[in-house]
């Protein structure tokens, strides 16, 4: 009798431990294809041909004080990637591009200004794919910023923005290798949103051949950008994220150095592009 009582003991505490197996196994399970896949702050802009690069998805939770700033793959490589040359009526010195850029149009706007007589505006296609970006797009030389830390400024409003927006800046080397990017989409304006303050402080390595900066806008809606400066500042203004440390290995087509201009132009949007000169993007 007291052989049997064990058997059933032992059975029981054997039981037991299968279907506590079973259990974590099925909770791990849950975790894997639900909810522990929070993404943290998205991607935007933007890679280019020279490239460029910012924004990704919703936010579920609050941006850390010193957020990490890592490249979604769409932004950061020229595979996929697509630009439109500047067209009349567009500002001068920028450019359109993205992972969708045909669903995008980049356009002066002399209604929605936030000082001067215009701005830029990216509008979406109602139809906007809210996984891809357009990306409004300058690039310069990286001669005056090379080895320093750099603050870009800039004042963005957006209109029915619902997946965001973003200000975002990358270099390049020589060889096309980027070197150094920040996307600020965690600080972004989406919804529609009047004119915000957007910042962005970076250090750009020696290595840097080439700048890129802009806005990006994923899926529908509009993104207003005006004011925007670029200025070097010193090691006492903090950076806005973590460098970014995965960079290795993100290389695009090599910057055309003589094509690219040697400073930052139309920084307020107040000359548009020519339909017979208009310049093009690197």
Same mark, same amino acid.
């Given at each position: 009798?007291?052989?049997?009582?064990h058997?059933?003991?032992?059975?029981?505490?054997?039981?037991?431990?299968?279907?506590?197996?079973?259990?974590?196994?099925?909770?791990?399970?849950?975790?894997?294809?639900?909810?522990?896949?929070?993404?943290?702050?998205?991607?935007?802009?933007?890679?280019?041909q020279?490239?460029?690069?910012?924004?990704?998805t919703?936010?579920?939770?609050?941006?850390?004080?010193?957020p990490?700033?890592?490249?979604?793959?769409?932004?950061?490589?020229?595979?996929?990637f697509?630009?439109?040359t500047?067209?009349?009526?567009?500002?001068?010195?920028?450019?359109?591009?993205?992972?969708?850029?045909?669903?995008?149009?980049?356009?002066? $706007?002399?209604?929605m &200004?936030? !000082?001067?007589?215009?701005?830029?505006?990216?509008i %979406?296609s +109602?139809? /906007?794919d809210?996984?891809?970006?357009?990306?409004?797009?300058?690039?310069?030389?990286?001669?005056?910023?090379?080895?320093?830390?750099?603050?870009?400024?800039?004042?963005m409003?957006t209109?029915e923005?619902?997946?965001? $927006?973003?200000?975002? &800046?990358? !270099?390049?080397?020589?060889?096309?290798?980027?070197? %150094?990017f +920040?996307? /600020?989409?965690?600080?972004?304006?989406?919804?529609?949103?009047?004119?915000?303050?957007?910042?962005?402080?970076?250090?750009?390595?020696?290595?840097?051949?080439?700048?890129?900066?802009?806005?990006?806008?994923?899926?529908?809606?509009?993104?207003y950008?005006?004011?925007?400066?670029?200025?070097v500042?010193?090691?006492?203004?903090?950076?806005?994220?973590?460098p970014?440390?995965?960079l290795?290995?993100?290389?695009?087509r090599?910057?055309?150095?003589?094509?690219?201009p040697?400073?930052?132009?139309?920084?307020?949007?107040?000359?548009?592009?020519?339909?017979?000169?208009?310049?093009?993007?690197p």
């Open positions: 009798m007291q052989r049997k009582l058997v059933v003991i032992a059975s029981a505490i054997f039981a037991f431990g299968c279907a506590g197996t079973l259990w974590w196994n099925a909770r791990d399970r849950h975790k894997e294809t639900s909810g522990d896949c929070r993404e943290t702050a998205p991607p935007v802009l933007t890679r280019s020279v490239t460029s690069e910012g924004a990704n919703t936010l579920s939770e609050p941006e850390p004080a010193v990490t700033s890592a490249p979604e793959p769409a932004l950061a490589q020229t595979e996929g697509s630009e439109v500047e067209e009349p009526d567009a500002p001068a010195n920028w450019f359109l591009q993205g992972t969708n850029a045909g669903s995008y149009k980049l356009r002066l $706007s002399r209604e &200004v936030f !000082a001067g007589a215009a701005s830029a505006v990216l %979406a +109602e139809r /906007a809210p996984s891809r970006f357009g990306s409004i797009t300058q690039a310069v030389s990286a001669e005056a910023f090379r080895g320093k830390r750099l603050e870009l400024t800039a004042q409003a209109e923005a619902h997946v965001g $927006s973003a200000l975002w &800046v990358r !270099a390049d080397d020589q060889h096309g290798t980027m070197v %150094a +920040e996307n /600020a989409h965690a600080r972004g304006p989406r919804g529609s949103q009047s004119w915000t303050s957007q910042r962005i402080v970076i250090d750009i390595p020696d290595t840097a051949a080439a700048l890129l900066f802009g806005a990006v806008l994923r899926g529908a809606g509009k993104l950008l005006d004011q925007v400066a670029l200025r500042v010193d090691s006492s203004v903090p950076l806005t994220a973590k970014t440390t995965n290795s290995g993100v290389t695009n090599a910057p055309d150095l003589e094509r690219i040697p400073e930052p132009l139309n920084l307020g949007f107040e000359i548009a592009a020519q339909a017979d000169g208009a310049p093009s993007p």
